[in-house]
Nanobody, 121 residues
Framework: QVQLVESGGGLVQAGGSLRLSCAAS????????MGWFRQAPGKEREFVAA???????FAADSVKGRFTISRDNAKNMVYLQMNSLKPEDTAVYYC???????????????WGQGTQVTVSS
């Protein structure tokens, strides 16, 4: 049974930083692409960042230069370091796993329950 468990969300002031973590189990993590998505109230879930099993990283234009995705295959963990946070980054952030593509919501096979990130102005 695949499980993805996010942690690290919270309330932060604009300009601050947070680090999200995602613990994965029940899959061959080193062969799996991992991604972070977010969903704000009333909006569709959107791509934030992804990292392939081969360590290639991708990020949405809205977060490039501010967010960094990384993975630790020894610990079955994926991280999202978020710096220079803005109020528009407020959303529920989801960790996801894919054995296929990495950029689209429908390419992911497994999802975590999400963690709330709130950025105050």
């Amino acid at each position: 049974q695949v499980q993805l468990v996010e942690s690290g969300g919270g309330l932060v002031q604009a300009g601050g930083s947070l680090r999200l973590s995602c613990a994965a189990s029940g899959l061959t993590f080193s062969n799996t692409n991992m991604g972070w998505f977010r969903q704000a109230p009333g909006k569709e879930r959107e791509f934030v960042a992804a990292i392939s099993w081969g360590d290639s990283a991708f990020a949405a234009d809205s977060v490039k230069g501010r967010f960094t995705i990384s993975r630790d295959n020894a610990k079955n963990m994926v991280y999202l370091q978020m710096n220079s946070l803005k109020p528009e980054d407020t959303a529920v952030y989801y960790c996801a796993a894919s054995v296929g593509g990495v950029l689209e919501v429908n390419e992911y096979d497994y999802w975590g329950q999400g963690t709330q990130v709130t950025v105050s102005s």
